[in-house]
Every structure is written in C-alpha cells, then in structure tokens.
C-alpha cells in the first residue's frame, strides 16, 4: 500500500515526500502512469505556473493519467495541486486545467500583498471534515500562492482563509480534496493533515 506523490517537475517534490515519510508513510515519487495507476492514493504537489504545470503534465503523458485516477481514489491536491483540478485558470491568460471542478482560479483580488506569503488562519466551515480532524478552526498553516480557486458549487469548499477577503484554503468532495496551503510546510498541523489523509488511504479513518 502506498501513495504516488506525482512528479511533474513543478517544485517541491522533496519536501511533500520528506513530510509524509515523517508520519510513516508509504510514497513512491513518480513520473511512471502505471506507479500511478497501481496506487492506493495520490497526492498531486505544485509550485509554480499554471500553464507550465499542465504542459509538464502532457509531455509526462501523466495528465489523462492523473484526471482517471481522480475519479478512482483518494486524491489530495496541494496549492497549484489544487487549483489544476478545475476547469480554467486566467493566470498568464485563460487556460484549461484538468476540469474536476466547474470553477476558475483567479488572481487574489488587489489591495493585499501579494503573493499571499507566509501563516495564515483557516476558518474550517466543514467540520465533517476527515482531513481535518484534530485540526481546530484557527489554526495557522503556511501559504505562498498569487492566485485563488473559485469554485462554482461552493458546498465543495471545506475552509477558507481572511486574505482581505475569504480566499478559499481547501475543498472536497467524495474522495477529492484540496489544499491552497502547504502542509508539508505547515510543522505539526500539517502534519496531522497529512497523516489524516495516509489513514484514509489506509482505511483508518
């Protein structure tokens, strides 16, 4: 058992890996669809360009990959992760993302600083939540992120974040979730988000 943290060449790769072997962790670091496909969960990491990202991802032929097994597994998208599970994203001009979500990620609105760099709050708003149990309302985990999801069905939306405005910080549905922050940046609390998600993988939870 085990799960495939995707690598697509989009950053930080390392220390999603590092953080998930801290909680005891199965992951296996690939580009190989059939690691992928052979997996019991995925986490999909990014920093960076949204475009880049899914160039990166069709020149890796990983991009079908990822969108079928989505729809298949426990799947955790972290920052740009996440925001390449809908449908668009304006930065550097409209462009398609892997269109899980109806929705569009848009430039933070003006009036902050931005990037939105560094701990910030979460406002839980679905405490049902299995990837955020332990984890109270108020709790800070660490953002680096010019750009927002908004998502059109916003009963996906899981917590949010007071950057100004609410600026969604997580979502879900069924076995999909997303994360605008870093947890594998986020010292212990991350770390229990993380370990949630291992457990829900493992059947734990």
Not at 75 to 103: A, R, V, Y
Request: charged residues 20%; proline residues 2%; hydrophobic residues 40%.
């Amino acid at each position: 058992m085990y799960i495939a943290v995707v690598n697509y060449n989009m950053g930080n790769i390392k220390s999603v890996e590092n953080a998930f072997k801290k909680i005891g962790a199965e992951v296996r670091v690939t580009s190989d669809s059939k690691v992928i496909d052979s997996s019991d969960g995925i986490v999909l990491p990014g920093v960076g360009a949204f475009k880049d990202a899914v160039k990166n991802l069709k020149n890796l032929n990983l991009l079908q990959t990822v969108k079928e097994n989505a729809g298949k597994k426990l799947f955790l998208g972290i920052c740009l992760g996440m925001q390449l599970l809908f449908e668009h994203s304006m930065e550097d001009g409209k462009s398609e993302g892997l269109g899980l979500f109806e929705g569009i990620s848009e430039k933070i609105p003006a009036g902050v600083k931005i990037p939105h760099m560094g701990w910030n709050q979460i406002n839980i708003v679905n405490r049902r939540s299995r990837i955020f149990s332990g984890i109270d309302s108020g709790e800070n985990f660490y953002f680096v992120h010019s750009y927002h999801v908004v998502p059109k069905d916003k009963n996906i939306i899981s917590s949010v974040t007071d950057y100004g405005t609410d600026i969604v910080s997580s979502i879900e549905y069924e076995n999909i979730y997303g994360v605008q922050f870093h947890p594998e940046k986020s010292s212990s609390r991350g770390l229990v988000l993380l370990g949630n998600f291992w457990d829900m993988v493992r059947g734990k939870k």
